[in-house]
Nanobody, 120 residues
Framework: QVQLVESGGGLVQAGGSLRLSCAAS????????MGWFRQAPGKEREFVAA?????YYADSVKGRFIISRENAKNTVYLQMNSLKPEDTAVYYC????????????????WGQGTQVTVSS
């Protein structure tokens, strides 16, 4: 069992930055792919970024967001720069055994989510 706890969300003006953190329990963190997804009101949950056998980004965030992981702390981060109002969503951390997958359906473990609001 893996438990995930996100932190770092908040309100920021367009063009600003935020860093999200996701702390994972368990001893097999290094063997898991870790992903960030987001869900805006009235929209489906969408892939943002992931690390696991490589680093992957959605086109909408490429060049602005950076995912990284610190295995010694069982933590994955999402550095979000040049934020836009359309980035407003609840951001979720997710984990799966094995390599990267882009579909949320492949991730059995989820955090509770953290709200990110970008004002124009």
């Amino acid at each position: 069992q893996v438990q995930l706890v996100e932190s770092g969300g908040g309100l920021v003006q367009a063009g600003g930055s935020l860093r999200l953190s996701c702390a994972a329990s368990g001893r097999t963190f290094t063997t898991y792919a870790m992903g960030w997804f987001r869900q805006a009101p009235g929209k489906e949950r969408e892939f943002v970024a992931a690390t696991g056998g490589g680093i992957y980004y959605a086109d909408s965030v490429k060049g602005r967001f950076i995912i990284s992981r610190e295995n010694a702390k069982n933590t994955v981060y999402l550095q979000m720069n040049s934020l836009k109002p359309e980035d407003t969503a609840v951001y979720y951390c997710a984990a799966k055994p094995g390599p990267f997958a882009g579909s949320s359906a492949n991730y059995p473990y989820w955090g509770q989510g953290t709200q990110v609001t970008v004002s124009s």
